[in-house]
């Protein structure tokens, strides 16, 4: 699974919107849209903040797609 899935996973679970998601993490709900879609690739930064936005790790959500794709 990709990255922008796993936010999109992430997310849903959460019972969270994408603009709920971009509020908390101080970024344009468009910008959440062009990560879940694969279309743009977060910062390390921006990754950190949007987990902690959805109340996951980065860790948890990178060794996910690690495993999906191993």
């Known amino acids: 699974m990709?990255?922008?899935a796993e936010l999109r996973r992430a997310r849903t679970d959460a019972g969270l919107t994408q603009e709920e998601v971009a509020r908390a993490a101080k970024l344009d709900r468009a910008y959440i849209s062009l990560l879940e879609n694969d279309r743009k690739?977060?910062?390390v930064d921006t990754l950190v903040r949007l987990c902690r936005a959805l109340g996951v790790t980065a860790s948890a959500v990178l060794a996910r797609v690690e495993k999906s794709e191993g």
């Open 2 to 4: 990709s990255l922008g």
């Open 41 to 43: 690739s977060p910062t």
